[in-house]
């Protein structure tokens, strides 16, 4: 039986036109990052299993991670997500870091679920986060240096939206003023993570199974739904508008949007899935009617780089997946058409592939990529194969062309045909460029 020419499930191959949006994505990512005075960094695919267990949430480990034992008995995991494997690295050298610490990465990751329209197995994702600030100024300086991305792509305010929340908001109002326990609590948070993906219905049997008779008796469903159902900061109960990190998370809006990003709106519906957020978390959501999903999540989490043994850092972060991002740009009419990153293709006429080389050399060292025709086939079929690359500037070398110094330039697009010596030509290609 035939081997499959599919790629593992969930999983993606990367031809040449792939890998152009795949390089235009990451190099407006490094190119914001940069700008805002971020680093990048790398590490190992895989990592202990142990530092998943500890914090991300049990989700993520006992259902989307691939582990498995190496050879040397080590319980081991192809990372879903960064943030733990960056907090190991802070924590590693923990004295030695000038503070404030502004790195970023964009990993590959792996996460065994099931495949579906912005979510796939594999993907690639750009991880930005600034350690040692324990101030707002952090969580300003993070969702404008996303928002400054979308921008960067040309998307406009009205094509997303950035929607933020305060877990210690949560904490508080799912412990004090309602009242749970520890475990309610917990299990109503995430559920509010997963509400927009639920109806309505089988919201509230989940709400009714996760708290007491007690509970559902002092009415305590009807207090939350009340209280999800609040759409501005200011308009939050009493006990709760008095509280220090609701004044924080309100002056951290006003800030952002005083500075320009005037999307920016409070959702108390905003969980975020991970049990290591602290306080300000936030996602950005796509408007578009086709794709009305989170694209970009994150927020404070001051505790995971102290789970490996050293004084705990403050930390606020973020992740972006690559394909969230490409169904958002082609959505919005926002991918440029690519070009081959070949300048210029040489046809050979007859067997002169080796005394054509130090003409082909000349224009390489110009800085010109160029693709030579190495079949000995007729000149129309280079012509075709050519135009099947997207290369439209085609160089025609023979014994005529080598023996008088003159060569012909033919654009594929326009039918034009130049004649010149190689340096001329190889102005003129570049020109083009």
């Known amino acids: 039986m035939a081997l499959s ?25 490094r190119t914001v ?14 990592e202990p299993l142990d530092i998943y267990l500890a914090k991300t949430g049990e989700e993520i480990v006992n259902e989307q991670t691939y582990t ?9 995991v192809i990372r879903p997500e960064m943030t733990p494997t960056v907090s190991r690295m802070v924590a590693a050298k923990r004295q030695e870091l000038a503070y404030p610490l502004r790195w970023y990465s964009i990993p590959n990751l792996w996460r065994y679920e099931r495949p579906q329209r912005g979510r796939l197995r594999e993907h690639w994702q750009l991880n930005v ?23 960067e792509f040309g998307a406009k305010p009205d094509m997303y939206e950035i929607k933020l929340n305060s877990r210690k908001l ?50 305590v469903v009807e207090k ?8 501005q900061l200011n308009k939050l109960p009493k006990e709760l508008l008095a509280l220090e990190y609701v004044k924080e998370l309100q002056s951290t809006l006003e800030l952002l949007v005083d500075n320009g990003v005037e999307n920016a709106v409070f959702d108390i519906t ?52 690559d394909v969230t991002l490409a169904n958002f740009l082609e959505l919005h009419h926002l991918l440029p058409e690519f070009q ?49 690359k997207g290369i439209n500037q085609i160089l025609i070398i023979g014994e005529d062309e080598l023996k008088s110094g003159l060569f012909t330039l033919k654009n594929l697009a326009t039918g034009k045909e130049t004649k010149g010596d190689i340096k001329a030509l190889s102005k003129l290609i570049k020109g083009k460029s």
């Open 129 to 151: 986060d600034i350690f040692g600030v324990a101030g707002a100024s952090a969580e300003y300086e993070i969702i404008n240096l996303v928002d400054s991305m979308f921008k």
């Open 224 to 231: 939350l739904l009340a209280l999800l159902e609040t759409k």
């Open 340 to 388: 081959s990153e070949t300048n210029v293709y040489v046809a050979i006429v007859g067997d002169v592939a080796s005394k054509a080389q130090s003409s082909i050399s000349v224009l390489r060292a110009d800085g010109l990529n160029v693709a030579v025709d190495l079949g000995g086939r007729k000149l129309g079929d280079q012509f075709k194969a050519a135009d099947k």
């Open 270 to 321: 905003i969980m975020r899935g991970f049990d290591y957020y602290t306080d300000i978390v936030f996602e950005v959501f796509d408007t578009h009617p086709d794709n009305n999903r989170s694209m970009v999540a994150g927020g404070r989490y001051d505790g995971l780089v102290g789970l490996f043994g050293v004084t705990p850092v403050p930390t606020v972060g973020f992740g972006w997946g």
């Open 170 to 219: 949560m904490d508080f109002a799912l412990g004090n003023y309602l009242g749970l326990n520890k475990t309610e609590a917990h299990d109503i948070s995430k559920l509010i993570d997963r509400m927009s993906k639920m109806d309505k219905t089988k919201f509230l049997a989940a709400v009714d199974a996760a708290i007491s008779a007690k509970a559902r008796e002092f009415g």
């Open 68 to 76: 498995f034992e190496d050879r040397g008995g080590r319980k081991v």
């Open 33 to 46: 990052a940069e700008r805002f005075g971020y680093e990048e960094y790398d590490a190992p695919i895989l």
């Open 5 to 29: 020419t599919k790629p593992y499930k969930g999983a993606r191959d990367f031809y040449p036109e792939d890998k152009r949006l795949q390089k235009y994505m990451f190099a407006k990512w």
